[in-house]
C-alpha cells in the first residue's frame, strides 16, 4: 500500500520552460548555453550548481567570466526563473488535497539557490505560500551534494524518513530518473513536463 508520494519539482509540480531559459543564459552573453543547460541533469557550472560543489556566488563569478563581462546576482536568478513557466493551481490543490488524505508528501528535486530563492519564497504560489506550505520534507540536490539519476539521492531519502521503497510512489517527468527509482523497489509515475497528473495518480496509488 502507498504511503509516501515523493515529487520532482520542474515538470511536475512547476511546468517548465527550458527554451525561455536558455534563450535567457544566451541574451546574457552565454554562447555554449546548450551544451550546459538541460532539463533533468545540468552540466558544467550548472551541474555543479545544482550537485552543491559550487555556491551561487562562484557561479555567478565563473558565469561572468565565461561570458566577459560581470553579471549581477539578479540577472543570474532572473535567467534560472526562465525555467518556470506556470504554477498549475491543479496541482497545489492535489498536494493539499494529498496531505489531507493522509500522505506523506515529499519533495525531491535537482535544483539550485537561485531557483529556491522563488521556490521558498512566499512569492511561489501567488497566495503568500512557498513550497513548504504544501510538503512535508525537502530533498534538494545542492544541499546533499547528489543529483537525479544517483541511486544515492533515493537511498539517503528512504533512510532518512525511515520509509519502505515499497510503501513509496515517485512522480517524476524524468525517464532516466523514474527508472533508477524502480531499479531500488519504488513505485513509479512518469508524467510528460506540464501533463495533468491530479486524477491519474490514483491509478498508480491503487495500483497492485
Known amino acids: 500500500m502507498i504511503k509516501n508520494l515523493i515529487f520532482d519539482l520542474g515538470g511536475v509540480i512547476i511546468t517548465l520552460a527550458p527554451d525561455e531559459a536558455l534563450r535567457r543564459f544566451k541574451s546574457l552573453g552565454l554562447e555554449n548555453a546548450e551544451e550546459q543547460m538541460d532539463a533533468y541533469t545540468q552540466m558544467g557550472i550548472f551541474g555543479q550548481l545544482e550537485e552543491g560543489k559550487i555556491s551561487a556566488e562562484a557561479f555567478r563569478e565563473e558565469l561572468s567570466r565565461q561570458v566577459g563581462r560581470e553579471v549581477t546576482y539578479d540577472e543570474c536568478r532572473h535567467a534560472w526563473l526562465g525555467y518556470v513557466k506556470e504554477v498549475p493551481q491543479r496541482n497545489l490543490d492535489a498536494l493539499l488535497r494529498l496531505r489531507s488524505e493522509g500522505y506523506r508528501i515529499i519533495l525531491l528535486s535537482n535544483t539550485n539557490p537561485y531557483m529556491?530563492?522563488?521556490?521558498?519564497?512566499?512569492?511561489?504560489?501567488?497566495?503568500?505560500?512557498?513550497?513548504?506550505?504544501?510538503?512535508?520534507?525537502?530533498?534538494?540536490?545542492?544541499?546533499?551534494?547528489?543529483?537525479?539519476?544517483?541511486?544515492?539521492?533515493?537511498?539517503?531519502?528512504?533512510?532518512?524518513?525511515?520509509?519502505?521503497?515499497?510503501?513509496?510512489?515517485?512522480?517524476?517527468?524524468?525517464?532516466?530518473?523514474?527508472?533508477?527509482?524502480?531499479?531500488?523497489g519504488i513505485r513509479t509515475y512518469c508524467p510528460q513536463n506540464g501533463a495533468d497528473w491530479t486524477t491519474t495518480i490514483y491509478e498508480y496509488i491503487n495500483k497492485q
Open 116 to 184: 529556491m530563492s522563488w521556490v521558498r519564497s512566499t512569492e511561489f504560489d501567488g497566495h503568500g505560500h512557498s513550497i513548504d506550505y504544501y510538503m512535508d520534507a525537502c530533498y534538494l540536490s545542492y544541499q546533499l551534494g547528489v543529483m537525479k539519476p544517483d541511486t544515492e539521492f533515493f537511498h539517503r531519502v528512504l533512510m532518512t524518513e525511515k520509509i519502505m521503497a515499497s510503501e513509496t510512489l515517485f512522480i517524476d517527468d524524468g525517464p532516466r530518473n523514474v527508472a533508477t527509482a524502480s531499479q531500488i
